[in-house]
T-cell receptor, first 114, second 116 residues
Framework: DAGVTQSPTHLIKTRGQQVTLRCSPISGHKSVSWYQQVLGQGPQFIFQYYEKEERGRGNFPDRFSARQFPNYSSELNVNALLLGDSALYLC?????????????FGEGSRLTVL | ELKVEQNPLFLSMQEGKNYTIYCNYSTTSDRLYWYRQDPGKSLESLFVLLSNGAVKQEGRLMASLDTKARLSTLHITAAVHDLSATYFCAVDVSMNSGGSNYKLTFGKGTLLTVNP
């Protein structure tokens, strides 16, 4: 069975540009979460979506937005990119919105902002 | 705000030795997770600890949870080179008063290097 898939795997942008990252959860999983991992740090929670609704948001500026589609895939958008947005963006899926079990992470999208 | 602290942040050990990584957290939670991350890779789930006193073992790794002390440990027995990676603990925290939406708060990670 396919795991969590993310695209693109690597991308380079310049300051001020916009980026869209995509995630397909494991088949049957209805909850998708996004995390940002800056080099040398643990992942930080950005968003959680369940049944196409935002269920939680971390301490990130409004430049970050996301949505979930009827097929449960998700997009993360970041506008007006800053150098500090350079990071590995991880998508995770789970069966239910309550994380009483494992979160399954994708391979991530590595964003470099120049 | 929840704080999750791992100790040590860097660990260099010889093959065959034993060691323990500690994970302290600052708020009540009954769920704690351990993940492994290889360089440039994503997170691999190692253990899910869902109650006080939970102990799980897989190969040379054993994890335990003491919710009263707000402490989890990851014990490494007879380390081998293949265990070299960064290990993260993460605590499950409710995002709302109804307790129906959760997020994971991660520690900074422990970079483990096992030398021959």
């Amino acid at each position: 069975d396919a795991g969590v898939t993310q695209s693109p795997t690597h991308l380079i942008k310049t300051r001020g540009q916009q980026v869209t990252l995509r995630c397909s959860p494991i088949s049957g999983h209805k909850s998708v979460s996004w995390y940002q991992q800056v080099l040398g740090q643990g992942p930080q929670f950005i968003f959680q979506y369940y049944e196409k609704e935002e269920r939680g948001r971390g301490n990130f500026p409004d430049r970050f937005s996301a949505r979930q589609f009827p097929n449960y895939s998700s997009e993360l958008n970041v506008n007006a990119l800053l150098l500090g947005d350079s990071a590995l963006y991880l998508c995770a899926s789970s069966l239910v919105r309550v994380a009483t079990g494992e979160l399954f992470f994708g391979e991530g999208s590595r964003l470099t902002v120049l | 705000e929840l704080k999750v602290e791992q100790n040590p942040l860097f660990l260099s050990m010889q093959e065959g030795k034993n060691y323990t990584i500690y994970c302290n957290y600052s708020t009540t939670s009954d769920r704690l997770y351990w993940y492994r991350q290889d360089p440039g890779k994503s997170l691999e789930s190692l253990f899910v600890l869902l109650s006080n006193g939970a102990v799980k073992q897989e190969g040379r790794l054993m994890a335990s949870l003491d919710t009263k002390a707000r402490l989890s440990t990851l014990h490494i027995t007879a380390a081998v080179h293949d265990l070299s990676a960064t290990y993260f603990c993460a605590v499950d925290v409710s995002m709302n008063s109804g307790g129906s939406n959760y997020k994971l708060t991660f520690g900074k990670g422990t970079l483990l290097t096992v030398n021959p």
